[in-house]
């Protein structure tokens, strides 16, 4: 049995953040519902290699979808049924559209008084930016992550992914398991949550606003380097490949000064201590290159390993697919997707030890599911206005797409 059996969730959400958090909930048993615009779909769909929608195939596996057209009278009332049975509610238009709608949090939680509406912003629902655009981009460049990232004297660089979506949505799936239990174990019932892209992504950026008010300073771009702990890095091995070494800690420091011949070094006034170490990071990385070049990467790997040295391979894709860990851990595993054949894709996480997540079925088509869940809906016509007698009777343009 999975966790979330017998939970729904309602995911009107398009692009990255909002597929996160309803990927967890999907992977772990619940009934995701992809609400759809009809024909058009998620744009998530857009985000493609070789005219195949991977991330949708990944990111949507376990969901179903509905096609429904929320700019039509008979499209808001046909969700408004949906939503009585629903648990979780999760949009991310601009705020304020959901009330030109008319189904605001208010109205919902008429609907049903015990919904957990997650609400997804660039910049949250309250505030001067509320109304401004808010892509992933823009935020990782406000929040201070651009200005971190990168070598000194170097333009800032932005992240090859969608960093900040990804990190709003595991926090709204937390925030949601939060909302779940304030209910179970406080009867707290209904709860909306305002989650913007910038808050979880500034928060795990480290105690940078502490820093730069204790010390008056702005920390300049330290590429790999860290300006807390030394020595950190990457370094190039022999044969062209990359090592990434931590050894901040002292016990590690005075262990790799020892496997790399430059014992003396550990009394060196220069790197006593990790302090010392910060402020000669310059001579300490050239001691610890003219090392680590004499070797081929692999080879190297295993004198580190065999001394304890918290060192490890840098990987591209192509690496990591055959790496033993990544094998013998069984992390990524080959779904079949009914449009694109077999897709690899990481495996359910995190491991439960009783309850574990499940791969189980292929992301959906543009309102593939529509007439199932509107048969099992049956709305009353005398209260809704709405006639679901068989599949064959929908408006193919207006409410749903049909294959």
């Known amino acids: 049995m999975l966790p979330l059996e017998n939970f729904k969730v309602l995911d009107l959400s398009r692009l990255a953040a909002g597929n996160m958090v309803s990927h967890m909930f999907a992977d772990f048993g619940a009934d995701v519902i992809k609400v759809e615009k009809p024909g058009k779909g998620d744009d998530l769909r857009n985000w493609q290699v070789n005219d195949v929608a991977h991330w949708w195939a990944v990111y949507s596996r376990n969901k ?15 969700l408004k049924e949906l939503v009585k049975s629903a648990d979780v509610f999760i949009e991310n238009f601009v705020p ?14 008429e609907l049903n008084k ?46 090859p992914l969608a960093l900040a979506d990804m990190v709003a949505g595991l926090t709204g799936f ?17 709860q909306v949550i305002d989650l913007s892209l910038f808050e979880p992504l500034f928060s795990i950026l480290g105690p940078w606003a502490a820093s730069y008010k204790i010390s008056g300073k702005t920390p300049p771009r330290m590429g790999n380097r860290s300006n807390v702990a030394a020595p950190r890095g990457i370094y190039k091995t022999k ?27 550990i009394k060196d006034p220069r790197f006593i201590t990790n302090s010392d170490r910060l402020s000669n990071q310059d001579d300490l990385d050239d001691v610890i290159s003219n090392f680590i070049k004499k070797f081929d990467r692999d080879p190297l790997l295993k004198v580190f390993s065999k001394e ?24 990524l595993i080959e779904h079949h997707n009914n449009e694109y054949g077999n897709i690899l894709m990481h495996q359910a996480f995190p491991r439960l030890s009783k309850t574990p997540g499940k791969v189980k079925s292929s992301a959906p088509s543009i309102g593939e599911n529509t007439n199932n869940i509107l048969i099992l809906l049956d709305p009353d016509p005398d209260k809704t206005g709405i006639q679901v007698n068989s599949p064959h009777q929908f408006k193919t343009q207006q409410i749903i797409f049909v294959h």
């Not at 179903?64 to 046909?78: C, Q, W, Y």
């Not at 030109?100 to 939680?109: H, I, N, R, S, T």
């Not at 990987?315 to 013998?328: G, M, R, V």
């Open 308 to 331: 304890g040295i918290t060192v490890g391979p840098v990987l591209d894709i192509s690496e990591i697919i055959e790496h033993p860990y990544i094998l013998d851990r069984n992390i």
């Open 239 to 265: 044969d062209n490949k990359f090592v990434s070494l931590s050894a901040s800690m002292q016990s590690m420091w005075e262990k790799l000064a020892i496997t790399i011949g430059a014992e003396e070094l």
């Open 114 to 159: 015990n919904l957990i509406i997650l609400r997804i912003s660039g910049w949250g629902q309250t505030g001067i930016y509320k109304d401004a655009p808010g892509f992933g981009s823009l935020v990782e460049g406000m929040s201070g992550f651009a200005s971190m990232t990168g070598e000194e004297n170097q333009k800032p660089l932005l992240p």
């Open 174 to 190: 937390g925030a949601i398991l939060m909302a779940v239990i304030a209910s179970k174990k406080n009867q707290i019932r209904g």
């Open 64 to 78: 179903r979808s509905i096609a429904l057209n929320l700019k039509e009278e008979e499209g808001l009332k046909l």
């Open 96 to 109: 304020g559209t959901l009330e030109k709608w008319g189904v605001g949090p208010d109205k919902l939680l």
